[in-house]
């Protein structure tokens, strides 16, 4: 079955098209600026990548310019849209209504449309981009999966805040937790990797990207995760400030005359590792600034891996041990240093990072030493294969 998947934001759009029985990706991309001027980035499997200005003046014309190119005679990927069986969706938020992904129905928008007020800035992207495909491929079943599904098994412990308990019964304040696809997705595919039973295994998966979260998974259910109500909560971020005082918020807004938006745009865009090293929310710049001695780019990484270690032995003691400790996106992925640095405030579980094996970047490979207690390994996140497999299985209804 061929299935488009589709991560629509609020400007941009990511898809890719896979052949679900040999899980290969036939062809991916992205729509950028949408609303503004217009670009679109489209590349079939072995060909190199085609860059294409274009005018996408709503996401509409942005999936359309998409469906052209995936048709293209010369480089398109099928030869007519008839051939996409299914189109599973990116949702952001699917509040306490989605434990798991769901077929889209008018029914169920409705109930996704409810979530909005929890993501005002992904969720109703999330529903223009269910919209358009209804529009552009009437009859093509649609199926959303929901990044806070996998953390609705959470148990209250985990889920509520020190807060007046009507902010939850009225308000739904409580965490939801984000990623859920990837953590989802890493937690199962470390249990077959390392050789653990998905039913009996305390897994704590490290998700470090521009935006970071680290979720326990016990006997393969989540039950805590580091975002709450929203993606800012947890570890220090690219540019999110992760887990503040929120009395900062006040102090902060009193001395530099800000108001409630003001201090959100500054914990949302310009804290975290950018806002603390003045350098870059990437990784790589802060590390080419920290080898120059830069001291704020080298706090910025003490802090970000010094959060992963706290917050790492904190799901250690809630699940009352670990099996393994697994990380996994851009940074997780990619940045020994950073698993290096954490893995050292491992030997507390008899860990000891194999340094010849830390080097390998973007595969899935175990970096403890074959005697370690507990097992460190990195594993690739793939989310758009787990929203294809998600997709597949409920249209097929297994
Ligand atoms: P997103 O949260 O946007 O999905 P990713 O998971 O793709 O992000 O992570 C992007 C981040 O990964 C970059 O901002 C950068 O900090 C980090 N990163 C990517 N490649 C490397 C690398 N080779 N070394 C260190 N960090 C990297």
């Known amino acids: 079955m061929k299935v488009l998947v589709i991560n629509c934001g609020s400007s941009s759009l990511k898809y890719q098209l896979i052949d679900s029985d040999s899980e290969n990706v036939l062809a991916k991309g992205l729509c950028e600026r949408i609303g503004i001027d217009g670009r679109l980035v489209y590349q079939k499997a ?4 085609e860059i294409t200005e274009a005018p996408m003046p709503t996401h509409k014309e942005a ?6 190119a995936l048709t293209n005679e010369k480089t398109g990927a099928i030869k007519s849209l008839s051939e996409v ?43 223009i981009g269910i919209n358009v495909c209804a529009e552009l491929m009437p009859g093509v079943p649609q199926v959303a999966v929901f990044d806070t599904a ?45 050789g653990l039973d998905p039913e009996n295994s ?5 998700h470090l990207g521009n935006g970071s979260s680290i979720s326990a998974v016990q006997n393969g259910k989540c039950i805590d995760t580091t975002m709450g109500l929203t993606p800012l909560e947890g570890v220090v971020m690219g540019t999110r400030s992760g887990s503040i005082d929120p009395a900062i918020m006040e102090y902060v807004a009193k001395k530099d005359n800000l108001d409630i938006a003001g201090v ?56 009352n041990g670990v099996d393994a400790v697994i990380f996994t996106a851009g940074i997780g992925e990619n940045d020994g240093k950073v698993r290096a640095a954490v893995v050292k405030n491992l030997a507390y579980l ?41 997709t597949v299985a409920l249209v097929q209804g297994k």
């Open 46 to 49: 072995g060909l190199d990548k």
């Open 63 to 68: 999936i359309q310019l998409v469906l052209d």
């Open 85 to 127: 069986e299914a189109i599973g969706h990116r949702v952001v938020h699917g509040g306490e209504k989605f434990a798991s992904s769901a077929i889209i129905t008018d029914d169920m928008l409705k109930a996704v449309e409810e979530c909005n007020e929890l993501a005002p800035l992904h969720n109703p992207a999330n529903l």
């Open 150 to 194: 996998f953390h609705q098994t959470m148990p209250p412990r985990a889920y509520l805040y020190g807060l007046p308990i009507r902010y939850y019964r009225d308000y739904k304040v409580r965490r939801y937790g984000f990623h859920g696809t990837s953590h989802s997705y890493v937690s199962k595919r470390a249990a077959e990797f390392l």
């Open 202 to 206: 305390r897994i704590i998966v490290c």
């Open 264 to 319: 959100m745009n500054v914990l949302n865009k310009k804290s975290g590792l950018l806002g603390m090293s003045g350098v870059s929310s990437d990784m790589r710049d802060l590390e080419a600034a920290a080898a120059e001695d830069n001291k704020d780019a080298k706090n910025a990484f003490d802090v970000l891996t010094y959060d992963i270690i706290k917050y790492v032995g904190g799901y250690v003691a809630a699940m």
């Open 350 to 390: 008899g860990v000891t990072l194999d340094e010849e094996a830390n080097k390998v970047r973007g595969e899935e490979v175990v970096i403890s030493t074959p005697d370690s207690k507990v097992k460190v390994a990195v594993i690739p996140t793939n989310e758009e294969l787990a929203i294809c497999r998600d």
